[in-house]
């Protein structure tokens, strides 16, 4: 049974920093990219960050001051938030895409709120 669980979520001022974890089990990770996600209320989902094989994509807006990373066991994914400014209040998701046999397979946990007041 694969579970994703978000923590370290919370509020913070404007210009401070940040950094959410996620847990992940019952994934073979070689066979799978991680991201961060976010969504703020009335907007969509939106790519924060995402890795697969070595090569990290971030969002419009997040490259520069977010980091995304990992343990040596590759089943816990950070972000690290600098900067942080109130359009930055959002749900942060964790996302495990997973390839087996040509089907991909995503799973998602349910997310940690981060609230930055200024």
């Known amino acids: 049974q694969v579970k994703v669980a978000e923590s370290g979520g919370g509020s913070v001022q404007a210009g401070g920093s940040l950094k959410v974890s996620c847990k992940m089990s019952?994934?073979?990770?070689?066979?799978?990219?991680k991201g961060w996600y976010r969504q703020a209320p009335g907007q969509s989902k939106s790519l924060v960050a995402y890795?697969?094989?070595?090569?990290?994509t971030y969002g419009d807006d997040w490259k520069g001051r977010s980091t995304i990373s990992q343990d040596e066991s590759q089943t816990t994914l950070f972000l690290q938030i600098d900067s942080l400014k109130s359009d930055d209040t959002a749900v942060y998701s964790c996302?495990?895409?997973?390839?087996?046999?040509?089907?991909?397979?995503?799973?998602w946990g349910q997310g940690t709120q981060v609230t930055v007041s200024s």
């Open positions: 996302l495990a895409r997973c390839f087996e046999g040509g089907v991909q397979y995503d799973y």
């Open positions: 019952g994934i073979m990770v070689n066979k799978c990219g």
């Open positions: 890795t697969r094989n070595g090569v990290t």
